[in-house]
C-alpha cells in the first residue's frame, strides 16, 4: 500500500539585520546570534537575542531572529509569539509571513499555514518556496487540485532560475522535492502515468532519492507493471528505505 512521503522541510532562516539605528552591543550579540544559527546552535543564539532584548525590548530584529532560532529548536508556541510581535508591528514583513506559515504547517494548523503562504505570495508573487509549502499544506487538507496548481507555478517560477542544485537546495528551491511533490498528487488522484514521470524526474535530478524509487515502484504495481515495480523497489531498499523492504515482501516475496 503506498505511502505517500511529501519531502521534509525546516525553517528557512532568512534573516534581517538592523532595521534602525542600533548601539554597537546590540549589532555585536546580533551577530553572534546569527552566526550561532549559521552553526545550527539554536539554543546559543536564542540567548544573545535574549540579551538584546533585555536592553532594548522594542527591537524587531531580535524577535524575527529569536522566532527562527526557536522555531528551529521545535518551540513552535514561543516561535508564534515572535513572529506575531514583528507582524504586528510590520505587517507587510513577507518573510515573517513565510516562516510563521512553516510554524503553523508542523503544529498541523494547515488552514493557518495557508492563510499565511497566500499572504507572503501577495507580498512577493515571485515567492517559489511559498507556492511549494502551500501545496504542501493543501496537499494535507485533501486539496490535490490546488496543491497541484501550486507545483504547477512553483515549477514554471524555477525554470527561470539559472542556479545549480546544491545551491538550490539551500535556499529551500529544489526542483526535485517539487517534482517528487506533484508526483504523490497525481498518485493520489490516480494519475499513475503522470506520476511516474514525475518520480523519474526526481531520480534524473538526485539519483539518491529512495522515496522517489519506491513510490514510482508503488505507481508502476498499480499499472500491473510488475517486474518493473520489482526493480524500483529493490533500488529504494538498497538506498536503505525500509518501506521498500516491506513492500517487496509482500508483494514479491515467496
Known amino acids: 500500500m503506498l505511502s505517500l512521503q511529501l519531502m521534509k522541510y525546516a525553517i528557512v532562516p532568512i534573516l534581517i539585520m538592523c532595521l534602525t539605528a542600533c548601539h554597537v552591543k546590540t549589532k555585536q550579540a546580533n551577530k553572534r546570534g546569527l552566526e550561532y544559527m549559521k552553526q545550527n546552535r539554536y539554543e546559543q543564539a536564542v540567548a544573545e537575542f535574549n540579551d538584546i532584548l533585555q536592553e532594548d525590548a522594542y527591537w524587531l530584529p531580535a524577535y524575527y531572529n529569536r522566532a527562527i532560532a526557536l522555531a528551529n529548536t521545535q ?13 504586528a508591528h510590520y505587517p507587510d514583513h513577507a518573510d515573517a509571513y513565510f516562516n510563521r506559515g512553516i510554524v ?15 499572504e507572503t505570495i501577495r507580498l512577493r508573487p515571485g515567492f517559489i518556496q511559498a ?13 490535490l487540485d490546488g496543491a497541484l496548481q501550486d507545483y504547477n507555478r512553483a515549477l514554471e517560477l524555477g525554470r527561470n532560475l539559472q542556479i545549480d542544485l546544491s545551491a538550490a537546495k539551500a535556499l529551500g528551491l529544489n526542483s526535485s522535492a517539487l517534482y517528487f511533490n506533484r508526483g504523490a498528487v497525481f498518485q493520489k488522484k490516480g494519475d499513475y502515468e503522470s506520476a511516474i514521470a514525475d518520480y ?13 524509487y519506491y513510490n514510482r515502484g508503488i505507481a508502476k504495481l498499480s499499472l500491473s507493471q510488475g517486474q518493473e515495480a520489482a526493480s524500483d523497489l529493490e533500488i529504494a531498499s538498497r538506498l536503505g528505505y525500509e518501506p521498500a523492504k516491506q513492500a517487496l515482501a509482500k508483494y514479491f516475496g515467496d
Open 200 to 212: 523519474t524526474e526526481t531520480i534524473r535530478i538526485d539519483p539518491s532519492s529512495a522515496k522517489a
Open 75 to 87: 518551540q513552535y508556541k514561543k516561535a508564534l509569539e515572535d513572529f506575531n510581535y514583528v507582524l
Open 131 to 143: 507556492y511549494h509549502y502551500r501545496g504542501i499544506a493543501r496537499f494535507r487538507m485533501l486539496d
Open 104 to 118: 503553523y504547517e508542523n503544529l498541523g494548523l494547515y488552514a493557518n499555514a495557508i492563510q499565511d503562504y497566500t
